[in-house]
């Protein structure tokens, strides 16, 4: 498949003034800067963003667990800043809300993901800012969303897993329940963020006018459950925690190797015949117990035990081998060093270095790439994250026309950060 860099990438021009800061705000702002867009994110002066202060930080020698000099990164604030430019900028101050609004003809899109009513307060709400500038995409991912009992509530991801139904689906049927190893929440909300701000430009297009994108954490996980209703569940007394196993289909589980554990799903009933001869039982297929799917789940635990028993004696590649050979669904279960030396991992090219705006290339440290892909275009290839307001004095001058006298004087008032 031949490459056309030519073209250029999906946002080449779009301009996103970036608010946000943490996790999920600043994770979606990576997204679209990977895409092309020009993302200027916007952090307060001699501080930035919170997640600045996060550890482990990446430093000339590599990752530490301690900040030692001011050149010392969050290597969070790495990962999810690559690609972008940083100012900073002090909203609270008429100077730099000025700066802001000076800003605003310039770009196309604002994302923030403060609590509501904290932009209404600073100056910078939507409604504002739509009167200025009638073709803005005005994003804002929150916890809760704009409305209803909890919009005001402070939401972090576990809390979002809590509230959602996601850690009562998460563990073993008779453990307490238990929050996803992944920060779902953070991390699926700025993928919805993504599809509403690039939906939003699209309309654009057609119309001429701008639109208010409105994700909510809460929202997001609720509609991934499940495709049954809730009610569902709720009314056969269903419970959606089941550990390793799906609750539609058996066999489908994790099952100890001789050195690890091995995920096999068998979800069409010729996976299932194939399973039966695979561990030496053919007759199975007839047993009325496990003839069917639904006869396998009144069956579930005699299910899993039968596969464990030929699991157990035999390495994880073993069983990946003869399972793949014939044709049922199997996997390796994964530790993170396994993962990382992952040749499928290597061949796709989705780890690269992470990379310091001073130092370069991290000593034994990488981040994963974007993860999408298109034929005629070279995959992203963004520049490091930025120190904290290295972009200031360019953009201001660049894009505003200041002199170097005003922005000393921007310095001296605290507005903005000095070189």
Same mark, same amino acid.
């Given at each position: 498949?031949?490459?056309?860099?030519? %073209?250029? %990438?999906?946002?080449?021009? !779009?301009?996103?003034?970036?608010?946000?800061?943490?996790?999920?705000?600043?994770?979606?702002?990576?997204?679209?800067?990977?895409?092309?867009?020009?993302?200027?994110?916007?952090?307060?002066?001699?501080?930035?963003?919170?997640?600045?202060?996060?550890?482990?930080?990446?430093t000339a020698h590599g990752i530490r667990a301690q900040r030692t000099v001011p050149e010392d990164i969050s290597s969070v604030v790495l990962k999810r800043n690559r690609g972008k430019k940083s100012i900073t900028l002090?909203? =609270?101050?008429?100077?730099?809300?000025?700066?802001?609004?000076?800003?605003?003809?310039?770009?196309?899109?604002?994302?923030?993901?403060?609590?509501?009513?904290?932009?209404?307060?600073?100056? !910078?709400?939507?409604?504002?800012?739509? &009167?200025?500038?009638?073709?803005?995409?005005?994003?804002?991912?929150?916890? +809760?969303?704009?409305?209803?009992?909890?919009?005001?509530?402070?939401?972090?991801?576990?809390?979002?897993?809590?509230?959602?139904?996601?850690?009562?689906?998460?563990? =073993?049927?008779?453990?307490?329940?238990?929050?996803?190893?992944?920060?779902?929440?953070d991390t699926v909300a700025p993928l919805y963020a993504m599809i509403g701000i690039m939906a939003a430009l699209r309309m654009r297009e057609r119309t001429g006018l701008g639109e208010f994108v409105e994700v909510s954490?809460?929202?997001?996980?609720?509609?991934?459950?499940?495709?049954?209703?809730?009610?569902?569940?709720?009314?056969?007394?269903? %419970?959606?925690?089941?550990?390793?196993? +799906?609750l539609r289909m058996a066999p489908w589980n994790s099952y100890p190797a001789s050195d690890g554990h091995v995920v096999i799903c068998a979800g069409q009933q010729d996976h299932w015949i194939r399973v039966c001869k695979?561990?030496?039982?053919?007759?199975?297929?007839?047993?009325?117990?496990?003839?069917?799917?639904?006869?396998?789940?009144?069956?579930?635990?005699?299910?899993?035990?039968?596969?464990?028993?030929?699991?157990?004696? %035999?390495?994880?590649?073993?069983?990946?081998?003869?399972?793949?050979?014939?044709?049922?669904?199997?996997?390796?279960?994964? &530790?993170?060093?396994?993962?990382?030396?992952?040749?499928?991992?290597?061949?796709?090219?989705?780890?690269?270095?992470?990379?310091?705006?001073?130092?370069?290339?991290?000593?034994?440290?990488?981040?994963?790439?974007?993860?999408?892909?298109?034929?005629?275009?070279?995959?992203?290839?963004?520049?490091?994250?930025?120190?904290?307001?290295?972009?200031?004095?360019? !953009?201001?001058?660049?894009?505003?026309?200041?002199?170097?006298?005003?922005?000393?004087?921007?310095?001296?008032?605290?507005?903005?950060?000095?070189?």
């Open positions: 498949m031949s490459l056309h860099p030519a %073209r250029g %990438r999906p946002l080449d021009g !779009i301009v996103i003034l970036d608010l946000s800061q943490a996790a999920a705000g600043p994770i979606c702002g990576s997204y679209l800067a990977a895409m092309g867009a020009e993302v200027i994110k916007i952090e307060r002066p001699g501080y930035g963003d919170m997640a600045r202060r996060t550890p482990p930080y990446a002090d909203l =609270q101050k008429p100077e730099g809300l000025k700066i802001f609004l000076d800003l605003l003809p310039q770009a196309d899109v604002v994302l923030e993901n403060f609590r509501p009513g904290v932009s209404t307060k600073l100056g !910078i709400d939507y409604e504002r800012l739509i &009167e200025l500038k009638p073709d803005l995409i005005y994003c804002s991912i929150t916890g +809760f969303g704009m409305s209803g009992p909890y919009k005001t509530w402070s939401a972090f991801d576990t809390i979002i897993q809590g509230m959602t139904g996601v850690m009562a689906a998460t563990g =073993q049927p008779d453990g307490p329940p238990t929050k996803a190893g992944l920060l779902v929440g954490m809460f929202d997001c996980l609720v509609s991934m459950l499940w495709d049954e209703p809730l009610e569902y569940f709720a009314a056969n007394d269903i %419970r959606m925690r089941s550990g390793n196993r +799906f695979l561990i030496g039982r053919p007759e199975l297929v007839e047993d009325p117990r496990y003839a069917s799917m639904e006869a396998r789940l009144d069956h579930v635990a005699e299910v899993d035990a039968l596969v464990e028993a030929w699991t157990a004696t %035999r390495t994880r590649a073993e069983i990946v081998e003869r399972c793949q050979a014939d044709s049922i669904p199997c996997g390796p279960i994964s &530790e993170l060093p396994d993962l990382i030396a992952d040749p499928h991992l290597q061949a796709r090219g989705l780890l690269k270095p992470l990379m310091h705006p001073l130092h370069g290339a991290i000593p034994g440290a990488h981040a994963v790439d974007f993860p999408v892909r298109y034929g005629n275009m070279p995959p992203p290839d963004p520049a490091p994250a930025p120190m904290l307001g290295q972009h200031t004095v360019a !953009i201001l001058q660049e894009r505003l026309k200041l002199s170097r006298e005003q922005i000393d004087k921007l310095v001296a008032l605290g507005v903005i950060d000095g070189e």
